[in-house]
């Protein structure tokens, strides 16, 4: 079966950079979320998205934005990197009509240089 | 605190065994409970969910919520090697499920 597609799976950027993650749910779910995770932590809540509207909005910082597309895939855009923004970078996709059971893409890791 | 409270661990078993892992949430109002399991550096991958109180079994897996003490569990049976990873508790607050908050997860080692 189809998972969450991320890419790219790693990502070396320098201190105020920008970078770009891209997340591909899976068929026919309707919502898409973000998450960070550092070191040794859990996964903590950025952003959602359903049906290309933002639906709710964690610890995103405002440096960071993000939006669905019309094929429902979506883009996390980061600017101004800073050290700390090195973690694990995961999208998750979801079926509203199904509960809206989360499950992860393997990930985008990130390292700020 | 945390809203989602689970013992860090290490937890050690030996292969065979029961594994027993804990979590706590503090909104009273929660309405659906997942453990995922995740390996280092991978994705957290669905386990088990539960909506209701009581228990739930998946082959090898059984989660048990009760509400009223506002606690989940998950019980590994016949516990493998491959079952050492760590695991996350989440807790979903609203109804539609798109509100997610993790436990910071219970680290599992099942020893040959």
């Known amino acids: 079966a189809a998972g969450v597609i991320q890419s790219p799976r790693h990502l070396i950027k320098e201190k105020r950079e920008t970078a770009t993650l891209k997340c591909y749910p899976i068929p026919r779910h309707d919502t898409v979320y973000w998450y960070q995770q550092g070191p040794g932590q859990d996964p903590q809540f950025l952003i959602s998205?359903?049906?290309?509207?933002?639906?709710d909005k964690g610890s995103i910082p405002d440096r960071f934005s993000a939006q669905q597309f019309s094929d429902y895939h979506s883009e996390l855009n980061m600017s101004s990197l800073e050290l700390g923004d090195s973690a694990l970078y995961f999208c998750?996709?979801?079926?509203?009509?199904?509960?809206?059971?989360?499950?992860f893409g393997a990930g985008t890791r990130l390292s700020v240089l | 605190q945390k809203e989602v409270e689970q013992n860090s661990g290490p937890l050690s078993v030996p292969e065979g065994a029961i594994a027993s892992l804990n979590c706590t949430y503090s909104d009273r109002g929660s309405q659906s409970f997942f453990w995922y399991r995740q390996y280092s550096g991978k994705s957290p991958e669905l386990i088990m969910f539960?909506?209701?109180?009581g228990d739930k079994e998946d082959g090898r897996f059984t989660a048990q919520l009760n509400k009223a003490s506002q606690y989940v569990s998950l019980l590994i049976r016949d516990s493998q090697p491959s079952d050492s990873a760590t695991y996350l508790c989440a807790v979903n607050r609203r109804r539609n499920n798109n509100d997610m908050r993790f436990g910071a997860g219970t680290r599992l080692t099942v020893k040959p």
């Open positions: 998205f359903y049906e290309k509207m933002q639906s």
């Open positions: 998750a996709s979801s079926r509203r009509a199904a509960k809206n059971i989360q499950y």
């Open positions: 539960i909506y209701s109180n």
